[in-house]
């Protein structure tokens, strides 16, 4: 019997090091490990998505869209993949479809090859004309499923959630479990399913390894029929990251599955990220696995946030009170997921209620969410907060796709950025600016200065531990020097008093 | 349908500190733990050991048998679980009969339920005593498969070895894959072979982590069959360590299996050992995950040993030459398993060949292993090497079991440890020194002063990490000192030059 083959899709070059080290990762620590990946055997290379091209323009003095150019030169023979937000593109907001089709466009043509289309509601409306678009260019669309927990999440609604992305044209179905909160039976259970209801449709799965137990889901994902795992190089790897590719190689070792990977590539490719992991340090969380989310249904990331807004408030101790309203504010927003922006919504809701008295104070964003202008939810929501939203916002709900109510902005958002110092006139430039108004401006500006990597060497980090461990406060042993008072030299023993 | 219970070794208390922090972990840092570890329903608690054993007495002052007795009395509900190296005891010679039996009665006596026999060459004839001396004090005798990879070590090899020790008397058969080289095929393969041919023997699976594979594993000889597997609180996990216990338990969740822990308790433990694990951060290693050993047949502490033998040497640079030399010898041997004291044995006798030649000098381990001294391997020796060993050592090889040649000894050892100071008499404390000759002596001397940990509070870690950081070289901003010159006193700013 031959194995069946099992493709992998190589993280390290987005969601790893975006999940270890905030995302800061230059671009002059990836191009050597570049022909490696591409030869290893990989069915596809992520490499870009709403945060990198955030960090790159924010902290990196990057151009995204150079980084995306000199990846596909850099790997002719691979897939170059990406993570799309649907109709929020790349940004926090929903764009009209003029501009969605525009981003695709300019995205392939800069090199893109495989589009993982999601939206943190699960709303198959928001992810509609960005698969459609990437479909039009000729390129793959992968329609995907957020996993989650809540009490009207179940295997059924998941499948039924597939049937809906191959019906607007999904290539392949991502389930995409980014709090590693999927178990191996509902792994197995999900992807079972989809395969036995609508044939041999691709499925690849996307698991984190925060909760230390996603490995055996990505074997029975395999087992019940997934073609395509998310793995990152091992020195790249695990704590809110992902699975060790070399694991993986080695877990399908002498069963009906392979990997064909090129194991030597794979060690090359390792060296080289083990030693570009410790010049990042500083981002770095101290993570090593937690299970906590389990029983909490709190991602860490959400939790860590909530902290510091209470903390903000001189309302540190009051984090158990949070913790406990969060499934309430979820329940009553129709259980959305919690994935960005959606658990930052809600969290911060959660601590408005807990602060000031529950509903006492909306977010304009919590408002929205329960207006509908985020999209639909599986659940229906708490009427009569929707109520309150209402009066606090004086908006009404809506029940149409959100980006619907969008006029054309294209030409607006080419006026726009010509007018910012340092815009190339480029329409990669205009969509830039569009998703980052915020931070892009600054960034044109001071393109032309380059890179600006936020690495730190050995001895840069020794040298800081050196200043940061108390001199200039004093000395803690007899020193020699030579002291001039009055004109006179002296030679003086100094200690401690 | 009612899940099947998985029961659940819990190793924080031996392995996981051993491995992960060179097996330094105090008393003082366990005891209150054991409560809650008590309670959550673990199928044992491993707890004792060679290495436990030795640290006690070598590094923190610790009587180990009055350890033993505090885990008693704090676990009453307990099975108390140590691993036993046969014939050899906690030791590293063979010992003779009345030794074995005088270990095990003492150790029982003092509260010991469970004993994991094992020897390092799997020669049934080393374990044989000891699960003999168990059985007839009336305690739990778990014969011991220690897992390698070998040409000649094969599925159904493995699956003959338990049927040897359950002719023995073994009352459930230990998986153990000390280097994580267990994949979960062969995992699956054997504990079902094992449950096929001999019916519903109790099976336990020990692995360590540090491949990144082996929960996989774990879940794959569940599916097979195996009733008990090992695992570490998670905040004594992974890395050379091993799976978190409470991924296994999210693991199991939804499937047919079930491990009925007390979650509650399981994350007071995490959290008193979360608090504990910093303190000893100075021995730990830095590996994350290496799935190097599945391509170099090395374990990662018997690699690391061989680097310094060659660097003591001045010869560093030929550690290729050594990796490469390793299967010879080990071929040559007769394919042991690397594991104490073989791996030491093998990697030693590899760097000298490189360094002076292939068998031009032998060490006296590596010639009592070609002869026969440490027991019989599965594959028959190299005659020409073995002819080597002779003629240098002038010693006969031998097939009997080697402790066969062991005349009484015990009556000896009672008189040599009684002219010890600080001797008190016990029959524990001859076993202490009949096993550690080297350490005991100053061990009993200096008893008396009570446990010496070696934990670092996060201040004391801050205080030398400032020492080490470059004070009493000189300041790096003004300071103003009083110095007093020539019996006058000044204020004096000083700053570098």
């Not at 069915?43 to 596909?72: H, M, Q, Y």
């Not at 691979?78 to 525009?102: A, I």
């Not at 070792?253 to 060690?267: A, I, K, S, V």
């Not at 807990?354 to 909306?362: A, D, I, S």
Request: charge should be negative.
């Amino acid at each position: 019997m031959t194995a069946r083959k099992i493709g992998v899709t190589e993280l390290v070059l987005r969601d790893a090091h975006q999940s270890l080290m905030a995302t800061r990762m230059a671009m002059e620590d990836m191009v050597d490990a570049c022909e490696d990946i591409d030869k290893a055997g990989f069915w596809s290379v992520e490499c870009w998505g709403g945060a990198t091209f955030d960090a790159c323009i924010r902290f990196l003095n990057e151009d995204p869209w150079k980084r995306l150019r000199t990846f596909r030169e850099l790997m002719p023979n691979s897939r170059l993949q990406m993570l799309l937000r649907g109709q929020n593109l790349l940004g926090y907001r929903h764009y009209e479809d003029m501009v969605v089709d525009k981003f695709v466009e300019k995205s392939a043509e800069n090199g893109m090859d495989v589009y993982r289309v999601f939206d943190a509601l699960n709303d198959p409306r928001n992810m509609a004309r960005a698969m459609a678009a990437v479909k039009s260019v000729g390129k793959h669309a992968q329609g995907t499923i957020c996993y989650t927990v809540s009490p009207v999440h179940t295997v059924d609604g998941y499948i039924k959630l597939a049937g809906q992305l191959i019906d607007m044209g999904a290539e392949s179905i991502a389930l995409k479990d980014m709090a590693a909160l999927l178990q191996p039976q509902p792994a197995y259970d999900i992807v079972k399913g989809i395969k036995d209801t609508y044939g041999d449709i691709q499925i690849n799965v996307h698991c984190h390894s925060t909760t230390g137990v996603t490995l055996v889901s990505l074997m029975k994902a395999i087992e019940a029929g997934a073609d395509v795992v998310d793995t990152a190089i091992s020195s790249m790897s695990l704590g809110p990251g992902h699975n060790p590719t070399e694991s993986l190689v080695a877990m399908l070792e002498g069963t009906e599955y392979t990997t064909d990977l090129d194991m030597e590539r794979l060690l090359r490719i390792r060296d080289h990220f083990a030693g570009v992991r410790p010049k990042y340090k500083e981002f770095e969380s101290a993570t090593l696995v937690d299970t906590d989310i389990f029983s909490s249904q709190i991602p860490g990331g959400m939790l860590s946030n909530m902290e510091s807004q209470l903390k903000a408030q001189g309302a540190g101790d009051r984090i158990r009170e949070v913790m406990e309203e969060v499934p309430r504010v979820k329940a009553d927003a129709g259980y959305p997921p919690l994935v960005t922006p959606s658990s930052q919504i809600v969290g911060t809701q959660a601590v408005f209620n807990v602060l000031m008295g529950r509903y006492k104070v909306m977010t304009g964003e919590f408002a929205d969410l329960m207006l509908g202008y985020y999209g639909e939810c599986l659940a229906p929501r708490n009427e009569e907060v929707v109520e309150l939203a209402k009066a606090q916002t004086k908006k009404e709900a809506i029940t149409v796709r959100p980006a619907d109510l969008l006029t054309p902005e294209w030409d607006e958002l080419v006026t726009t950025a010509s007018k910012l110092e340092g815009f190339d006139g480029s329409e990669e430039d205009v969509l830039t600016n569009a998703m980052f108004p915020g931070v892009a401006p600054k960034f044109f500006q001071q393109r032309a200065e380059g890179p600006k990597s936020v690495a730190k060497t050995p001895e840069q980090v020794a040298a800081e531990n050196a200043q940061a461990a108390g001199p200039a406060k004093g000395i803690t042993g007899p020193v020699k020097y030579n002291v001039t008072i009055a004109g006179r030299s002296h030679s003086v023993a100094v200690e401690p008093a």
